[in-house]
């Protein structure tokens, strides 16, 4: 039986209530039934949802009474065509690891998972393109790369569980980017699902790595975090695996000396640099803590860089690697500095950067933030945080993708000054951030985290061509709304 919902939303901070939108439709018998017609009874849900109404860190809880779990393109546009006839709002769904709250529903929309979408799978290995379901586990597409000894071009902390088809919605980034570049230098194709009268399904782009005869229309929907059409499949170029990958750490006394640092680094290691990661000395505190990690670098330095370097030729890639901490080491620029001698050596390395996550949520309330920055203000923005809320922060932590510009500043605070935390963040941070030159989301969106900030930075005329596109491709608005469109 179909419940009544609740008319509020539960989000980070202030309780602030979205009212909801009484022209969406409320799901009735019939409907189930046809749903059931189209995907099945095993794969209409209905109970036991509480993994499809809450994001992994339990900030946000929806009140979803039905789950639907389509394998094919078809089954989704049947779907998202009685939803637009209908005016049930859905929300589209992939690994729901997401940290903004995108893939949770606000109220009782109709969950739609791409789970089960996850039969086709084939590899070029001459051209290093890829086409599959959306519905891959990321780590998984990794493996079956592996045979032909490619890999995919991004890596993420959450690749265990995150599905492809989320992780282009949501544009994410990842340790790799400063090699690879970012998912729109991959990105080939996508067959899209819209939710219109005729639940349109658009084969976007092509499976060539030059196309240039038309618009490239399938990059509107990288980063749309499934406000436009439910992604279904894609074409993509993978790269090679590298013959040869080495890791360092270097241990720095100030952030000027960091950003002299990567300038070295792109100078010395240039072609085979991957990574470049900082986690200053609380980032560290943290990880001690609470998961009893120890720093490979014991001067216990302010700031402490991880980087990688992939290649095709050990013996040479690890000379440039030496003779770069020399050079960091002699010019004073690094107080200490080791290279990993073997796998497991730089197991321990990247396990401190992809455990901070972990170890804050270990810490109490945590307030997470994805900026993008010049880096002339990339550590400033920490300092000026720290300056501003003294005492109500348990801790001010901050890691990242130094290289890319990518900053992640996360403070905690004990449940009972969680609030007072939030009204001296907000706006305060993100108006910090546009007004020197970034972006209040770097990589991991807007959804219902920093929908009240969604126009920070945009010029209106930016903002009214969203809309119009949402309007092309979802005429009823019923995809994932409440969001940042």
């Known amino acids: 039986m179909l419940k009544a919902c609740r008319s509020g939303i539960q989000r980070r901070g202030a309780a602030k209530i979205i009212a909801r939108d009484p022209d969406y439709a409320r799901l009735n018998g019939q409907d189930l039934q046809f749903f059931e017609g189209i995907v099945g009874k095993d794969r209409v849900l209905t109970e036991n949802l509480e993994t499809y109404n809450s994001d992994w860190s339990k900030w946000y809880t929806g009140a979803s009474q039905c789950v639907l779990q389509p394998s094919t393109s078809e089954e989704v546009s049947a779907i998202l065509r009685h939803c637009h006839d209908r005016r049930i709002a859905v929300v589209p769904q992939a690994g729901n690891t997401g940290l903004v709250g995108a893939s949770i529903p606000v109220h009782d929309e109709v969950v739609l998972s791409v789970r089960k979408m996850d039969k086709h799978f ?27 000894n490619y890999m995919m071009p991004f890596d993420l902390g959450a690749k265990g569980s995150c599905l492809i088809g989320g992780n282009l919605a949501t544009c994410a980034g990842g340790i790799r980017l400063l090699r690879y570049g970012s998912l729109h230098a991959h990105v080939l194709g996508l067959t899209v699902v819209c939710p219109d009268s005729k639940g349109s399904i658009l084969e976007l782009g092509s499976g060539l790595r030059k196309d240039n005869t038309s618009l490239h229309s399938h990059h509107l929907f990288l980063g749309s975090e499934g406000q436009l059409g439910v992604i279904t499949g894609v074409k993509m170029t993978c790269v090679t695996r590298p013959l040869s990958v080495q890791s360092a750490m270097i241990g720095a006394n100030t952030f000027d000396d960091c950003r002299k640092i990567l300038r070295i680094a792109k100078q010395k290691l240039g072609e085979i640099l991957s990574s470049f990661e900082m986690m200053d000395r609380e980032t560290m505190g943290v990880l ?42 002699s010019q004073g620029l690094a107080m200490d500095g080791v290279q990993a001698q073997s796998h497991e050596e730089a197991r321990l390395m990247w396990r401190l950067r992809e455990s901070a996550t972990i170890a804050l949520t270990m810490d109490g309330q945590v307030f997470k933030h994805d900026v993008s920055l010049p880096l002339d203000h990339f550590y400033r923005l920490t300092e000026e945080v720290q300056k501003r809320v003294g005492n109500v922060a348990k801790r001010v932590v901050t890691y990242g993708h130094m290289g890319d510009g990518n900053s992640h500043l996360n403070l905690t605070s004990t449940k009972e000054k969680a609030e007072e935390l939030y009204q001296v963040l907000y706006p305060f941070v993100y108006e910090w951030v546009v007004k020197h030159g970034g972006s209040i989301s770097a990589e991991h969106g807007i959804g219902q985290l920093k929908r009240p900030y969604a126009n920070f930075g945009k010029p209106p005329r930016e903002r009214e061509l969203v809309k119009a596109l949402k309007a092309v491709f979802d005429p009823r608005s019923i995809l994932n709304p409440y969001k940042f469109i």
């Open 288 to 329: 001690k803590d609470n998961l009893e990690f120890e720093n490979v670098l014991r001067s216990d330095p302010p700031f402490n860089l991880l980087i990688e370097t992939s290649g095709s030729n050990e013996a040479h890639d690890r000379e440039k690697v030496d003779s770069f901490l020399e050079h960091c080491l």
């Open 122 to 148: 084939e590899f070029d290995d001459h051209t290093g393109v890829l086409s599959c379901d959306a519905g891959h586990i990321l780590e998984e597409l990794e493996n079956k790369l592996a045979k032909w």
